[in-house]
């Protein structure tokens, strides 16, 4: 069994910790939050975000970070992606050279235009950094449901190791060396499933999300690819697993603010009434920025960031997509 520390008391960083705890690993969730370590450990049998599950009592909860980062075989990385460099800063004074760390955050870091990988290896150059990602709400992980995910690394052995950790009989991990991809994938996503919570918050139908998801993956392959991901990944469960299961689940963060903005709300509104993390809204004016320095057409991207941040109507925003000039589905067909 191995050392596991998890940086990041949220959903996802409790879920994991459930997950491994029931490994048999040793497992540590640091957070820097004094009230937020005090209501987990005493709210272990109910959790505010994760009904149902229960955090086992050898799991650790410290604030003190120096526990969490030293002598530990793998470290998870599961802050919210605004606090990924701050965290990171944090720990780069208790990290050994080739320490494996892993993310499980989604996101593009505003300015620099970084992945949330690119950025861990920026301020931790000497770390062994890999993702993890997938369709994988943190409701349905901590009760054990049935799901299926996948690890990026920069070598086969790092994510063989990462897929040892964490695969169990319920949680399938498989491997991959498309870092950039996965990344991408499970970024870029969030962004789409806002305008799926639009389409369902102004009423429209199954034809409309559907639509609606094809065209927002072509949109993420089409960056994906130029910035060196690769289609397989994109077609997988961190490109199209994971969009589908963003932007068709109640469970979605990221949805349910898109829905309460199509029905009108403002982002600052709709934000405030999920009371969590949005990662799209975050990640929307990144993913927007990328595509314009890649010169790659996002038009779902660029109208989700004129409702988010400009005000724009959300019908308005419809019509002017279904209203954009006739075109081929791809450009790469052609008849004979």
Not at 144 to 153: D, E, L, S
Not at 215 to 241: N, V, Y
Not at 288 to 293: C, E, N, P, V, Y
Request: proline share 3%; hydrophobic share 40%.
């Amino acid at each position: 069994m191995s050392n596991v520390s998890i940086l990041g008391a949220g959903t996802w960083g409790c879920a994991l910790a459930i997950l491994l705890a029931g490994k048999g690993h040793n497992v540590i969730i640091w957070t820097k939050i004094e009230n937020e370590a005090k209501t987990l450990e005493s709210s272990r049998k109910n959790l505010k975000n994760l009904p149902g599950a229960e955090l086992p009592d050898d799991v650790k909860i410290t604030l003190e970070l120096e526990e969490a980062c030293m002598n530990r075989d793998l470290i998870v990385m599961a802050v919210a992606s605004p606090y990924i460099r701050s965290t990171a800063k944090l720990v780069k004074p208790l990290m050994k050279d080739g320490q494996i760390i892993v993310n499980v955050s989604k996101g593009i870091e505003d300015g620099t235009l970084f992945t949330l990988s690119q950025v861990l290896k920026d301020e931790l150059p000497n770390a062994n950094v890999a993702v993890l990602s997938g369709p994988s709400h943190a409701e349905e992980v901590s009760r054990g449901v049935p799901t299926t995910i996948v690890v990026g690394a920069e070598t086969k052995e790092t994510a063989r190791f990462i897929q040892d950790v964490f695969m169990t009989e319920l949680f399938r991990v498989y491997t991959s060396p498309d870092i950039i991809g996965i990344e991408l994938g499970g970024s870029l996503k969030n962004v789409i499933a806002l305008a799926a919570g639009v389409v369902d918050g102004l009423g429209f139908g199954d034809n409309t999300k559907a639509a609606l998801m094809t065209r927002g993956m072509a949109e993420i392959s089409r960056l994906g690819i130029i910035m060196g991901g690769k289609m397989e990944t994109f077609a997988g469960l961190s490109g199209f697993g994971d969009l589908f299961v963003t932007c068709t689940s109640k469970h979605s963060r990221n949805w349910n603010a898109g829905y309460l903005i199509g029905q009108g709300k403002s982002t600052e509104e709709a934000m405030k009434q999920v009371n969590q993390v949005v990662e799209g809204v975050n990640s929307a004016k990144a993913a927007l920025a990328l595509a314009r320095k890649n010169e790659v057409e996002m038009p779902i991207v660029e109208q989700i960031n004129l409702v988010l941040f400009e005000g724009k109507s959300s019908k308005d925003a419809l019509t002017d997509l279904l209203g954009r000039d006739k075109r081929k589905e791809y450009k790469s067909l052609e008849w004979d």
